[in-house]
């Protein structure tokens, strides 16, 4: 059974910095994406970033990229995702995703974590 759970989320003031966990349990086997999504109230699930785990390869959306860092620690099997220059319009629940194979849509992934609140105060 594969898990992944999610922490680093609060509450940060616009223009700071936050960064999110993700720590993946169970058995996996060859190349997978671990991804990041957030959803915020009354809005669809969005694309934030994915890394490849063999390959260390990113990939991030538009609403985040130069803004945000997605990365690996393979001996921890944890993700991060590296949130500088926060604007209020990036409070969502973020979530962190394993896909088989890369993709950018929320039905490409296979498994998901509880999610973390980040809220950007303005």
């Known amino acids: 059974q594969v898990q992944l759970v999610e922490s680093g989320g609060g509450l940060v003031q616009a223009g700071g910095s936050l960064r999110l966990s993700c720590t993946v349990s169970g058995r996996i086997f060859g190349n997978y994406y671990m991804g990041w999504f957030r959803q915020a109230p009354g809005k669809e699930r969005e694309f934030a970033a994915t890394?490849?785990?063999?390959?260390?390869?990113?990939y991030y959306g538009d609403s985040v990229k130069g803004r945000f860092t997605i990365s690996k620690d393979n001996a921890k099997a944890t993700v991060y995702l590296q949130m500088n220059s926060l604007k209020p319009e990036d409070t969502a629940v973020y979530y962190c995703?394993?896909?088989?194979?890369?993709?950018?849509?929320?039905?490409?992934?296979?498994?998901w974590g509880q999610g973390t609140q980040v809220t950007v105060s303005s």
């Open positions: 890394i490849s785990w063999m390959l260390g390869s990113t």
């Open positions: 995703a394993l896909a088989r194979a890369y993709g950018r849509s929320r039905s490409d992934y296979d498994y």
